[in-house]
């Protein structure tokens, strides 16, 4: 397979979620009013303009989701394995909640530095890849202390 035909057999989960590889961001939305801003960006193009949120923030609390979530939404793989799920505090812009990945359970840390990555999450219809965004730990070390 060529990188042309790797790229092209992906999609995100979301337009306007996150911009590509390699240095993926979050786009979140500025309340042009107050300032404000959050994730995702909301389609309010009056109200909101849209962000590129910072790349890496701190662990602000997590959990291990233990069970399949509801479907739909969750289209993730029928066979199930538990994972973590985090609040990452993006500075001076939002908390924002999103699986972590790279990081063993009992290696987990509040105030561990996360970066935004990008990860498979399940095939549609026409066999692409279905890509959404993950937090993954800065220092690769500390995924496994």
Known sequence: M??????????PIAEGLFTGDPDPRLIGGRDMVSGRI??????DDTRFEPVELP??????SWTIQRF???S???IGPEAFEPFAIGYV????AVIVEGPLTGVAFDAIRIGMEMRT??????????GRTI???????????????
């Open 131 to 145: 890509v959404t965004y993950a937090f993954a730990p800065v220092n690769r070390g500390a995924a496994h202390e």
């Open 68 to 70: 399949r979530p509801k």
């Open 72 to 74: 739909p939404p969750y």
């Open 38 to 43: 959050v994730f995702p960006c909301p389609s």
């Open 2 to 11: 060529t990188k042309e035909q790797a790229i092209s057999s992906q999609v």
């Open 89 to 92: 505090e993006l500075p001076d």
């Open 117 to 126: 990555v990008l990860q498979p999450l399940a095939t549609d219809v026409n």
């Open 55 to 60: 790349r890496a923030g701190t662990l602000w």
